[in-house]
């Protein structure tokens, strides 16, 4: 399902029946990229109007990777400043840190027991991450998708914002619910993916996905330096070697950027495609376009990090709002599995 981000939802939450629930977790991996902002977080901001939308840092699943207790907790509040300055309401959404809400914990131990292993083993992002912390393979890695799926139907969302890497996740968590459902009575949703219109964005080397774990990124709230010389390394179109060689717009990772920040992308392709302008040019000129973009947001993000009692009280206040939700869920829950 893909829910175009321009076309955003009206502004006015529709009054009277209960909104469809939506959820989406994110990783306090400090840093907010571009493929998080065009992949998943216009989603973020653009359904919280329509839905009722859940959002939030997931840091039990951040400790597969990172073992560093001050970096966790800085990184977590970088990631709800970062969320609430691209546009998270906490008037219109909730937001809040997933360790606030232990039941999800639970909810993932139960759920482990409708979930056979090899659905768990043979995940790409499990092999991907195998691959890329050999040293420290741990249960959780493996599990991952366990939690996820319990982070989800905790709150019977039926709709799920992501990027088109976590595809296989969503499948498996309907798999999970398919299975405990069968097993215990029909208790939870199915979850369904909605994409934007760039789910899968490349990082900077032009061939990877963006993401952290790679170190291709683009750090959206970071100083106008960083952008600019982010931009400035991406890969253009490897075929273009003479600045007289004609572009091909459509592999250039560049040019494909451009459509989501500003109407006149097609001319900029066809200025590329007649060799009128260089890939430097189309570099900076997206460069400037994303600084001037992301300013205000990166202001409000200066803003908020120097208030951090307000991130928290945002977050804590967030879990509070859930902890009915949750508990219903784990009473219905224990009863269907006999464990109350
Ligand atoms: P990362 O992959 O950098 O560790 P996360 O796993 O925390 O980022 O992803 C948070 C959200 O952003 C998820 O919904 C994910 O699908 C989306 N996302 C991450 N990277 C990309 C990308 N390159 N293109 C599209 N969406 C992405």
Avoid at 216 to 231: F, M, S, Y
């Amino acid at each position: 399902m893909t829910i175009d981000p321009a076309a955003a939802p009206a502004r006015e939450a529709p009054t009277g029946a209960r909104r469809p629930r939506i959820f989406s977790g994110i990783q306090p991996s400090g840093i907010v990229h571009l493929g998080n902002d065009l992949g998943a977080i216009r989603n973020y901001v653009a359904l919280q109007a329509e839905y009722e939308a859940i959002y939030c840092i997931v840091d039990y699943h951040a400790l597969t990777s990172t073992h560093d207790a001050d970096q966790l907790r800085t990184r977590t509040r970088e990631m709800a400043a970062g969320l609430l300055a691209l546009g998270l309401d906490p008037d219109r959404c909730t937001l809040f840190v997933q360790s606030h809400r232990p039941e999800h914990t639970e909810l993932a131990w139960l759920l482990c027991t409708v979930t056979p292993v090899s659905w768990l083993e043979r995940t790409p992002t499990y092999k991907e991450k195998v691959e890329q912390q050999p040293h420290d393979i741990n249960h959780g890695l493996l599990t991952y998708p366990v939690l996820q799926a319990a982070d989800i139907v905790i709150y019977k969302a039926s709709l799920v914002p992501v990027g088109k890497d976590q595809a296989a996740h969503l499948e498996l968590s309907r798999e999970i619910v398919r299975s405990f459902n069968r097993r215990y009575g029909d208790t939870f949703p199915e979850p369904e993916a909605v994409f934007t219109e760039a789910p899968t964005v490349l990082g900077t080397d032009g061939v990877r996905k963006m993401s952290k774990s790679v170190g291709n990124t683009i750090d959206i709230l970071g100083e106008p330096d960083l952008i600019r010389k982010q931009v400035m390394s991406m890969v253009t179109d490897t075929l273009r070697i003479k600045r007289t060689d004609p572009g091909r717009p459509e592999v250039c990772n560049v040019c494909q950027t451009h459509r989501f920040f500003g109407p006149d992308y097609e001319e900029i392709w066809d200025g590329e495609r007649t060799a009128r302008t260089g890939c430097v040019d189309t570099k900076k000129l997206l460069a400037d376009r994303l600084v001037r973009h992301y300013a205000p947001a990166r202001e409000r993000y200066l803003e908020l990090m120097a208030h951090p009692a307000d991130i928290d009280e945002i977050l804590e206040a967030g879990a509070d709002r859930l902890r009915p939700k949750a508990a219903a869920t784990m009473d219905e829950v224990r009863r269907r599995m006999g464990i109350r």
